[in-house]
């Protein structure tokens, strides 16, 4: 068997997949105090109730937030930075960029490193990686005394031009490995060039480093104690997996893991059932995010922002949070879920989020102590949840808690009935969301109308519809088991890293020989890091990109690269392809400036065999068509002036291929599709709901 087990500020999703295709679903409550409590409790109830060995168990495949949360909640280790002298503040200096032009109240993030803990060291490297100036020992001895002094819990490294010669880097790695327990080096956190950038994502992967690498091992002790020895793989930003390991050492790249999963669980679900272009909408308990799947195939970013209003990867809006240039699937993320808090600002707006009541003490429906109205008490109060039948009937909702919370918390202060501050919530989140996929797809000049929404997380398929309204998409899709879609993504996923190497070349004064060669060393390198994971031979997939800009441009588009020896019409052929990639992020090309290759890069995937690849992993058309509901109705509000319409609630399993005209509640056992008037939903023949609006 193998689990895909995704964490969220709200929920854990389980999913078991058998030998023989079979799927068992488990959605809990996450435990704060300890996420992977709430795995292995899972864990446990699964093989008690099926009777089944922990030997049965052969992979465990795991995505989680917690290196996002310690940057949101400033939770993570007191770091210092070593970096070479005169370089002290490049961390501070940051771009010259702003998220807002007109906000003179506006103020940048204040560093990870406060500039106490940001010491400087007498050394010297040039772009070609000569040593300009020999490394002072003695001055990186009293610095790292220094920081040991201030009780640095942490340590990163960022010499100027490592990427090009890494020794004082090393050297320096050495001689700190005995007095701090976690050490980031920027060559072999982020080997290129840009000093802000490496300086950047060196802090963060420190700052997360004790957080993630406690995390693990606590996560495998209790594995252990289970019974479970089998191999537990941890997906990545890019979305690919990694072992537990791997992602310990180099935890940035898991910063985006929990995300990540839900598109990878889209694109390949897309794949199966004849979707290539795609929106993704991914609601959970305290965060939304957004994707983008074109032609089948999904968009990556060198780099984004983490701990801004809109965690994203935005090309034309930089500045609001910790830049990490570290490959990733783009993916836009909001703090606005289930369970985000409403609440009245001081010029009495009504607002939603970022706060969440998460897990502990959860919405006011909850009855688990929580107080505060949240989106999922609006919800509620709508009519769109069922109180009786969340988590198919195994966490009852206490609608009197929730009228009680929006009518203390936002009704009776904004002087409005219950109803009409339950729709205000849901409409204000629904805008908050908007936000997300504005930023995957109107910002990157893609028509959101030539795309169908695809909604998942256990709050997604409730929202989709008003959002698509608002957008003007008229098709949503919503898969099966939608409340647990990312964990399935898990399983979909596969074991993938990507490896860089800085060569700026103007495109028109490259070799083609020198880019082969270049690529191939990379190759190499990536071949011997598999092989040592158990991958060799036919069982190793590589694919090759290139970092284009025009010349002198602060940032870069990566385009894949041709799998041959590379001829001078390939170069010429990847030149035009950027100039209309430009054109369609940017709105311009300008084909008479000079093109700049800043780095190659190289995807290695390791192929597990025995069926486990890719989107084949997962039995798409073997999902069914969800768990029976049994018929009923009841009143549902539709927004302001639609009143309170009754309305047939159904189960997914209930609809087949005729059309049936909103409004309609479908209800499974992770999650509510909201089927509004003027919108119509139908089952195809894989078990996905498809909702299209009506003329």
Known sequence: MRIGADIGGTFTDVVVLGADGSVDAIKVLSTPDDFGRAITASLEGFLRRTGKPAAAIGEIDHGTTVATN???????ARVGLLTTRGFRDVLEIRRVRLPVLYDLTWQKPEPIVPRERRLEVTERVGPDGEIRVPLDLDSARAALAALEGKGVEALAVCFLHSYANDAHERAVGELAGGRFGFVSLSSEVLPELREYERTASTVVDAYVKPVVSGYLRNL???LDRLGVRSPLLVMQSSGGLVSAAGAADRPVRVIESGPAAGVIAAAAA???AG????ITFDMGGTTAKASIIERGEIHLTPEYEVGSAVSQASRLIKGGGHLIRIPAIDVAEVGAGGGSIAWIDAGGVLRVGPASAGAVPGPACYALGGEQPTVTDANVVLGYL???YLVGGELALDP????RALQDGIARPLGMSVVEAANGVHRIANATMQRAIRSVSIERGRDPRDFALIAFGG??????AGLAQDLDIARIVVPPYPGLFSALGLLAAEVEQLYTHSALTEIGRLEPARADRIVAEIEARARADLAAEGFDGARVELARFADLRYRKQISELMLPLPDRALARVDLDA???????????????AIRDERIEVVAFKVRARGRRGNGHDGGAAVPWNRLGGGRSVKRSERAVHFGAGGGRVSTPVIGRADLDASPVAGPLVVEEYDSTVVVPPRWNARRTDLGFIVLELGK
């Open 400 to 403: 009197a808690r929730a009228e």
């Open 270 to 272: 897309g794949r199966t």
């Open 386 to 388: 069922n109180p009786g």
């Open 574 to 588: 990847l030149a035009e392809a950027f100039h209309r990639e430009h054109e369609r992020t940017y709105g311009y």
């Open 220 to 222: 495998r002790g209790h």
């Open 459 to 464: 709050s997604g398929p409730v929202h989709a």
């Open 275 to 278: 979707f290539a272009n795609l």
């Open 70 to 76: 310690a940057i949101l909640e400033q939770k993570g």
